[in-house]
């Protein structure tokens, strides 16, 4: 009679990253991704192959101060001997904040409910304080930041973002934008935008469209009309990855975990009024 599989525990980690030096979130074979360092060093720590699953797979030079994941294992866990352990395993650039058991349902990807990234600009005519070159873009110093803020508001709510994103096959691009606004801190504009989800360069592209208001080279008419639009947009200039920064992402209690994965998991349209929707 063959021996009984150990049970497994499910175990979420809350992540903090510098994407400066790394390919990306998701492994790719000899390049440095996150994914990449943080499972070889679990695989080490648990003595057994141990794979990620992401909340939202950042690209190329992105940051993260609140990225989630989570996998099985069959070893035992204590969160804070984890997280002791594993700043020691890991390279600088790279942290786990807190390990934790998790509902079996819980999924880092599927059970999320929106997703926060807070995209880091900078009007000093010196440009980036070299402390926070890495993270901090410069702009132009006369931005008319009122106009960002109306332009912002104009692509708050349910739409297709397909002029926003890059294509990927069989992917929708339909997506709830619940925040997008601008905040000033001296010489630093700080762009908070929150959605359920966000396709591929979708908030690089926002903040590209809405700065090119700011600089008096477009209205925010062509930003509303942008959601009009059907393919990837060429008049989009994609903002630069290094002001990016996943800064959280929030989850249902455990009770409606299932409810929100298989909610995630259906393909979305948008409603057109007068009846029958549109999507992708």
């Not at 440009?127 to 332009?151: H, I, Q, T, W, Y």
């Not at 290094?242 to 998991?265: C, F, K, W």
């Amino acid at each position: 009679m063959a021996a009984a599989e150990p049970p497994r525990t499910r175990v979420r980690l809350d992540i903090a990253y510098d994407g400066t030096d790394f390919i990306g979130w998701a492994r790719q074979p000899g390049l440095r991704t996150v994914q990449g360092v943080l499972e070889d060093a679990l695989s080490k720590v648990f003595r057994e192959p141990i794979q990620l699953t992401v909340a939202g797979r950042t690209d190329a030079g992105v940051h993260a101060e609140g990225q989630v994941a989570h996998f099985d294992t069959s070893g035992e866990l204590d969160g804070g001997k984890l997280v002791h352990r594993m700043a020691r395993f890991l390279p600088k650039d790279v942290r786990i904040k807190r390990a934790r058991p998790a509902a079996p349902e819980f999924d880092a990807r599927f059970s999320a409910i929106r997703r926060h990234y807070a995209y880091r600009l900078t009007t000093a005519p010196y440009g980036a304080e070299p402390l926070l070159a890495r993270s901090v873009v410069a702009c132009r110093s006369g931005v008319d930041v009122d106009a960002m803020r109306a332009a912002s508001r104009k692509l708050l709510g349910l739409h297709n973002f397909a002029a926003f994103c890059r294509r990927r096959e069989g992917a929708t691009t339909v997506r709830e934008l619940q925040r997008f606004d601008w905040e000033r801190e001296g010489d630093l504009l700080i762009a908070y935008v929150s959605a359920d989800a966000f396709c591929w360069s979708m908030v690089r592209s926002l903040v590209g469209a809405v700065l090119a208001v700011g600089e008096g080279r477009r209205t925010t008419e062509w930003v509303a009309d942008l959601l009009r639009e059907t393919e990837r947009s060429s008049s989009v200039t994609v903002a630069p990855a290094h002001g990016l920064s996943l800064i959280g992402v929030d989850y249902p209690a455990d009770e409606d975990l299932a409810a929100r994965n298989a909610q995630t998991r259906e393909t979305r349209t948008v409603p057109v009024p007068g009846g029958g929707c549109c999507g992708d």
